[in-house]
């Protein structure tokens, strides 16, 4: 278990020194710096008071205590600035971090006017001076990391939304990895609501250590990190999905309320939208956007987004890849020697897993299927 606790914070740091020597860092870089060295650090702690440093060294004691309270907030304003981005944090968004800061100023004294030996005596419930500030801090920590999990969880699902709305790919902007973060980091505040629960609600004892379950998740988190965050799908900071005032401006119930544009004047937008469709074929363009397409109609993004959501009643990627969709039909009728990746990828398509994936969402079944289906079809006639 040592070797496995020493190795998760040399990845922890060696990912921290990544970042900060990473080329054009965005601040969720140097936030996520920040986040995987609290974890670090946090480990560390834990790993010393198993060694036993606590004992040899008391004044470690309780220096880590109140780390977790920085975790959540972190991880959120991890996901909300590689949303957003924006180069500074917000005044108000250091307001997350009073809980942690609170925590440390109460345990003031602790730090500097106990000495070791009751420092000791503490730690072991022999002295109670802290004991109830221990089990608020406890339950404000397991609230805290849950709660932020919940709403970061939530940033990811909005910024799904965001790509259907303005991107007609996705490759590279997927949030999938980050969402298994996030899932990582509440797994670890859940199971340790249940122990609380279990064991100091219903006065039930472990044989083991519980914590180490938690620990064991955290290592298991800074290794995915390492691996698919840094070395394979480091997308979520270099390929951000920035907030357009329009996104907040226009949505909910009163979507296009105000936008000012009469039916019949979006019905005129639409037959023009149709025919550079037909004519210019920009859906070929591998990362076409919203705002490209727009672009080269010469409109604005939310009048070319109002014009598909009402008159084709579809979102932007799925109206772009109906179009890919056929397209990819037509070239395999013309092209019966070539394989189907290579179809795919001259209709416009990124790559064969979201071309299987939009072909099967829209025609129900898998391409090599259906082809085989229109071929028998066609022999029958």
Known sequence: MEVIFISGIFMAFFIVVLLLTKKSKALPDKILAIWIAVIAIHLLGFYYNQA????????LIGVTAPVPLFHGPLLYLYCLYSLRGE??????????FVPGIAAYLYMFTFFFFYTAEEKILIDKGEINDFGIFSLVLLIAILISGLAYSV?????????????????????????????????????????????FILRDAMDIFFSFN????????????????GYFGIKHENIFV????????????????????????????????????LHYMQEQKPYLQSKLSLPELARQLDISPNQLSQVINQQAKSNFHDFINKYRVEEFLQNAERNKDFSLLALALDSGFNSKSSFNYIFKKQKKISP???????HKQQQKN
Request: hydrophobic content about 35%; glycine content about 6%; charged content about 20%.
């Open 210 to 225: 519980p914590e180490y379950i938690f620990y064991t998740i955290l290592i298991v988190f800074i290794f995915y990190i």
């Open 87 to 96: 180069g500074r944090i917000r005044l108000i968004d250091y307001l997350h």
């Open 368 to 374: 090599s299927q259906y082809l085989s289906e229109m």
């Open 52 to 59: 036993g440093y606590w004992e040899k060294y008391p004044h």
């Open 238 to 273: 270099n390929n951000t999905l920035h907030e357009n005032p329009e996104d907040n401006k226009n949505s909910g119930d009163g979507k296009y309320r105000n936008s000012g544009m009469k039916p019949g004047v979006a019905a005129e937008l639409y037959e023009k939208l």
């Open 151 to 195: 709403l970061s969880y939530r940033l990811t699902i909005q910024h799904k939304h965001k790509i259907k709305s303005r991107f007609s790919y996705s490759e590279g902007i997927s949030l999938k990895w980050l969402r298994n973060c996030i899932v990582s980091i509440g797994l670890v505040f859940l199971s340790a609501i249940i122990v």
